[in-house]
Structures are given as C-alpha cells and as structure tokens.
C-alpha cells in the first residue's frame, strides 16, 4: 500500500507491466461491460486506490451498476473497495452515497446464502465509521439467530470488535452474548462468545464456566483452550493483586517470581501481554528488588500493542522520582527506569522521540551513575536515529550548562562536537560553552567577585545558574566556583 493515509487489511499483489487505464475507459467498463470487464474494471480501480490514486467520479458509477450485481466475485471485490475507499469528505464528514453503500450491506445481512452473510459480517469488523455501523445493528443481531454457525460466529465477531470500537452502538452486547453461549451448541462458535466475554466482561465468563465446569472435558479443543487462557488470566490477576495487597516483600518477590514462570510458556506470555499495564502497578512498592523484577517482567512482556502506555507509565516514574526526598534507592530506581526505557527506545525506535525529553533532564543529576545512563542512551540513540538528531541537539544544548560532572560534561561535548553539523548548531554549542565558562580570566574575576570590586549583575556573560529552592519554599542561583571558595573574610581569620 503506498498511499499511507489509506487502512487495508487485505494483501493485494499488483503489477505494474502496463500503464493504468484512464478514468473514463473505467467508468465506461463498469457502466456498459459484461459481468467479466465489470469484474476486471473494479480490480484496476482498487489497486489504483492502493496506489494513491483519487477517482471520485467512479464512486456514484459503482454505486449504480455495480453494487446491485449478485455476481459472488464482484461481491468479494466490492467488499475489499468499500474497505479501502475514502467515506468521509474532507472535513470529516460521511459522504452522501455512503448512505446507499449502507442499504446495501443491510440486504446482504439478511441475503439467503450464508458466505455472503458471513463475508459481510467480517467486513463490518474492519469499519471505523459508527455512522455507517448504526443502521445495521439489529440485522447484525438477528445474524446471531441464523441456522448456519459461519454466520453466528462471524455475528459474534462483529458484535464484539462493534462493542470495543463504540460501545454505545451495543451496550448490552456482553449480556446478548452470554445468553448465545448458554443457548449454542456449536463450538466454534461458542469459542468466539467465551473469548468476547473473557475480553469485554470477564465475571460473567467466569460466571459461565461455573455453571458448566464439570462438562469441561467434553467441549472441544478449541474451546477448551480459550477456558485454560481465562484460567490463567485470572490466576495472573491474582497473582497480581496479592503482590499489591501484601506488606511482605519476600512474599511479593515469590509471587513474582510465578509470573515469570507463566511467562515461560508461549500461550501464557501471551496472557500476561494483555496485563502488562496491571503488572506495572506493583511499581508502587518501595522496594528496590520487587521494582526491579517487575520492571524486567514488564520489558519482557512488552510489545507494539502495549508500549506506548509502558513508556508513559515510565515516563511518569521518572518524574516522580525527581520530586521525592533523594535516598540510595531513589537514585537506583531512576536508574533502573532509565535502563527500561533506555531498552523500550532501542526495541521500538518511534517510541524514542517521546522519551528523550524527559531522560535529557537528568543529564543535570547529581548521580553520576544515573547521568552516565542518560548520556548512554543519547549517544546510542543519536547514532541510530538520524531523523532524532535535531532533537538530540537542542535537547543536549538546552540541559547543557547545568550538567554537574566532568565525565557527564565531557561526554555531552563529544556527542555536541561529533554530530553539530550545520552552521546555526556548531555556532549554539560555541556560545553555550562561552556562557558557561563565565566571565575570562575565571579566577580573577571570581576573586573580583568576592572582594566586591565586580557584581555578579554586572557581568556581561555569565553562565546560566542553576535554580536551588531553599527551605522556605524560594529561588536561589548559586555560582558554581564562589560556591566552594571562602571569602576573605574567613582567610583573614
């Protein structure tokens, strides 16, 4: 797919051994051609669309002489157009002939034969338009009574993605669901209505097992798989909770070490993926070992679906552990959230850009271990990432004179030196290193400054001061070399 603002959920193999038929010998196809060049024109017009391709004047021409056809190819065809198609106008609203598109797919829910009842069901799973969905709620319901199970399961599917996308449109689906699953006899279809309601309402599937967990070792496979997933699921929830609930630390620490067992095997790190986020809340504990566990259990369970919330869960840890009273731990946890998302960063480059920011503060930290992890971070990241190197840059200089160590600020110089390309930037790093220095020679003017013959508001040049806050609650600068100087006041004692 090359244009990127468009979603399709199908692969298509296109060629390009020849030149795309222009818009009117299309239209002239789809109006007046056989059921073959009607077929023909519609797979030109889709893998054009895939190409980028605006053709809204054949919208109305499809809409007229091909959607009525009952032909089972173009149907498919129709189904893989309607999925990629621009439906709203520019400012976000539902195009007019959409209306018609929707009358359509309604006669197609309630079409006596069961493929094209059940392919329709699945299409509407990949809808993003409410709108479009509204109409079609009670012949999507009544889907779930017809005497065929391909339809009844793909209805299940239907109803649930509906549910998890806009509830509003079925707010009583877990409910309608359940009693299907009491009332169905077949298993792939009672497969589909477990799993909505271990994902949409998990009590009432554990309501449901309950009433019929002495018949367990008679259902299929299939279903019994799904049971054993909630099994789990709900072991690893209790797990979860009792690591949150309980004082002990030791205890917390056995129980974390079941979830990593669970982990183990593949089926259930899948179900350990989906608690990712309940995982993290055992961060609460103070204890320095349990975060560490939870933190490396949550990485290992990470994935595409679920990092983004991992990092802004980190991300506000970090800023927490800022604003607390420094201690040993303090300084050890920021490392190890560093580290996290250090590795988040390098496992999952678009999540990057989010977290330099807030790590580039703590370039300034008075631990140096945890300064040096930062630093780490930035100079792998600046390598890898060369669409992050602006970033870096302006990040790097802005935290620059408040870096505290030599090492840190050592560092910070190479990665400035190494990747300041452009004029504006080698310029920026000049005047921020000229700042910092201070007023020249440095320690006569320090002696000047103390002995009152130059004012600190005088100088031309002075380094940006880092702020402190004193104990009533006020700004003050300090100067880093007259700070560690005795006036000569207390020379002359």
């Known amino acids: 797919m090359t244009a990127a603002e468009n979603v399709c959920y199908t692969l298509i193999n296109v060629t390009s051994d020849s030149e795309p038929p222009s818009e009117v010998s299309l239209k002239t196809d789809l109006e007046k051609g056989e059921i073959k060049a009607k077929t023909e024109a519609l797979k030109k017009v889709i893998i054009m669309i895939l190409n980028g391709e605006k053709l809204p004047g054949l919208l109305m021409t499809i809409i007229r002489f091909v959607l009525p056809l009952q032909d089972h190819t173009i ?34 829910l309630q079409h006596p034969n069961e493929f094209i009842r059940g392919s ?11 709108e479009l969905l509204e109409p079609l709620m009670p012949a999507i319901r009544a889907c779930l009574e017809h005497r065929h199970s391909y339809v009844r399961r793909n209805a299940v599917l239907a109803i649930y993605t509906i549910y998890r996308n806009f509830e509003h449109l079925i707010p009583d689906a877990p409910e309608l ?29 554990l309501d449901y097992l309950s009433t019929c967990i ?30 949150i609930k309980e004082s002990d630390n030791n205890v917390k620490l056995i129980v974390l070490d079941r ?27 103070p204890d320095l070992e349990v975060r560490k566990k939870t933190l490396q259990l949550a990485l290992d369970l ?26 040993e731990d303090t300084d050890k946890y920021r490392q190890l959230l560093v580290r ?133 609650g006020t700004y003050v600068t300090q100067s880093a070399l007259s700070s560690n100087r005795p006036s000569k006041k207390e020379e002359d004692r």
């Open 259 to 285: 979830l990593i067992e669970l982990k183990e095997h593949p089926t259930h790190e899948r179900v350990l993926q989906d608690l990712v986020m309940d995982i993290l809340r055992v961060l609460s504990t």
């Open 177 to 205: 669901i359940h009693d299907f699953l009491v009332n169905e006899k077949d298993a792939s279809c009672k497969r589909n209505a477990f799993m909505m309601l271990i994902h949409a309402d998990q009590d009432r599937a």
């Open 340 to 472: 996290t998302l250090h590795s988040c960063s390098v496992r999952f480059p678009d999540m990057a850009a989010n977290v330099i920011p807030v790590l580039m503060e703590f370039l300034s930290d008075t631990n140096e271990a945890a300064a040096a992890d930062v630093l780490e971070f930035v100079r792998e990241a600046i390598q890898r990432f060369d669409n992050l190197r602006p970033l870096v840059i302006e990040k790097m200089l802005e935290v620059f004179h408040a870096i505290k160590t030599v090492k840190i600020y050592r560092g910070a110089l190479w990665i400035l030196g190494e990747y300041c390309s452009t004029k504006e930037d080698i310029q920026s790093v000049m005047t921020e290193v000229r700042r910092s220095l201070g007023e020249i020679p440095i320690v006569d003017n320090e002696i000047k400054k103390e002995t009152g013959e130059v004012k600190p508001e005088d100088e031309v040049s002075a380094a940006p001061a880092q702020k402190l806050v004193t104990e009533m």
């Open 302 to 327: 990470v994935s595409s679906r679920n990092v983004e919330e991992l990092v802004i869960v980190l991300k506000k840890e970090v800023i927490k552990t800022n604003n607390v009273t420094e201690h």
């Open 120 to 130: 329709t069901l699945r299409f509407l799973c990949k809808l993003k338009e409410s």
């Open 214 to 243: 002495d018949q367990v070792h008679t259902f299929g496979d299939i279903l019994q798989l799904v049971i054993v997933e909630l099994i789990y699921k709900a072991a690893a929830q209790c797990y979860i909770d009792l690591i």
């Open 75 to 108: 149907k498919k065809l129709l189904l893989v157009f309607w999925e990629i198609v621009p439906k709203t106008t520019p400012d976000g609203k539902l195009l007019q002939e959409m209306i018609l598109v929707c009358d359509a797919y309604r006669k197609d």
